[in-house]
């Protein structure tokens, strides 16, 4: 980063926010898992809405931050691009995808592999831990930069054009959010469908407004600069109507029946990637230290997302189901703030070794 460059931007603090936020829900999970009271339910099934921001924020931030470094770059060829990305992203999830498949096999979900098929299929399809159905979907968008970049630059700072393609873009995810209510969520193909959730398909929105918002950042600050106040109001408004359909399932609560794949949640999620820009832009332009303590840590943030439910399910077994079964909340808090202490320690220590090895190995520095 050169001295003109920004401190951190808004792909920073979506990616960082995001990772925060994320390492709360398995142990959320968990929680539930323990039948705490009616009272406790519900506290969980908000603090689940309020966090559900985070698979839309991380695409957002990723595409945001990779458009503004790469897509005036037209030295950069998609086989350079690759190799970058699969040092940084695709070998860190394989080695995470091993261990929970090897070390903790009892987190997969929907079925459990007993073939070398069955473990194989386990590996690529995000089942191998809660968590990893994201790394599925995520590393869609890596392997699609082309399609953005290509849309990107067809924009360019047209006008008239990123207007179209922000309108056609809200047209396909309206449309899918509809066949996603209709047929998956609760409908006829809830099971038989469920990895359709992790098609970049389903976050598409969010990874082309991430685009967009680069391409067009100038008018894109002023307009959440100026307008920030409103956004606050559609997050406070998108937020309770979360919570009403997510309580109107009744009890016990159900953190499935709190999807990504629907309006009121869609709506939610832009107003949050919204405020994140609105706080990146103060506190840039007020040039807070705080921004570079973020841009430092969003560049761990997917190492430290890897390694979360490995930590929070160690601790749950370690002392974390007994203290949130006699105390849920006060539980909850604690596991989680030491999952988030050992995945960022583990992503900069892990790092750290690596790097002081590749150093001594001149073979590995190519």
Known sequence: MNETEPAADIGDYLKLGACTAVMSQPIMSYALATSPSMVAQTWIGILYNLVKYTAPAFIFGILYTTTRMTIDNRDLTYGRYMRNTWHALFIPTIWWTLIYLLVMPQLQQVSHYHTLGSFLWQFI????????????????????????????????????????????????????????????????????????????????????????????????????MKWWPVVAVIFAGAFWRTNHELFSYGFPVKLTNAPYYKPSMTVYDLAVIGLFAALCLFQVRAKQPFAKFVHHFAGFAYKAYLSNVFWSESLWLLFGKTLTTAQPLMGILVVYVLTWCLSFGSAFGIHAVWVKIKNNMPTLQA
């Open 125 to 224: 399809n995000g089942n191998a831990a809660p968590h990893l159905w994201y790394n599925t979907m995520m590393l869609q968008f890596i392997i699609l930069m082309p399609l953005f970049w290509a849309i990107g630059r067809w924009c360019g700072h047209h006008r008239n054009r990123g207007i179209i393609t922000a309108c056609l873009t809200v047209l396909i995810a309206g449309v899918w959010l509809w066949f996603y209510d209709s047929q998956v969520f609760h409908g006829p193909h809830t099971t038989d469908w469920y990895l359709f959730d992790r098609l970049f398909i389903s976050f598409f929105l969010y990874g082309i407004l991430g685009v967009l918002a680069w391409q067009y950042h100038e008018q894109f600050d002023r307009l959440i």
